[in-house]
Nanobody, 115 residues
Framework: QVQLVESGGGLVQPGGSQRLSCVAS????????MRWYRQAPGKQREWVAS???????NYEDSVKGRFAISRDNAKKSLYLQMNNLKPEDTAVYYC?????????WGQGTQVTGSS
């Protein structure tokens, strides 16, 4: 059974940094693209970043240069380093994997910008 468990959210001051983690289980972690999404209050869930099995990365325009996605295949873990956080980054952050035709999500971790 595929499971994704996020952690690392919290209250962050504008300009601050936070590192999110996602631990995966139940599938062969190292062969799949992993993604981070986020959902702000009253908005649809949106894609933030992706990382391929070999470490190629892609980012949504608003986070380019501020966020960094990475993975540790040995630890079956996905990370999102968030720097220079802005109030508009406030959201619940989810890790995601598509295995076959099925989309799997973690429970999410809340990141809240605070002045």
């Amino acid at each position: 059974q595929v499971q994704l468990v996020e952690s690392g959210g919290g209250l962050v001051q504008p300009g601050g940094s936070q590192r999110l983690s996602c631990v995966a289980s139940g599938y062969i972690f190292n062969i799949y693209v992993m993604r981070w999404y986020r959902q702000a209050p009253g908005k649809q869930r949106e894609w933030v970043a992706s990382i391929s099995s070999v470490g190629s990365t892609n980012y949504e325009d608003s986070v380019k240069g501020r966020f960094a996605i990475s993975r540790d295949n040995a630890k079956k873990s996905l990370y999102l380093q968030m720097n220079n956080l802005k109030p508009e980054d406030t959201a619940v952050y989810y890790c995601n994997v598509m295995v076959g035709s099925l989309n799997y999500w973690g429970q999410g971790t809340q990141v809240t910008g605070s002045s």
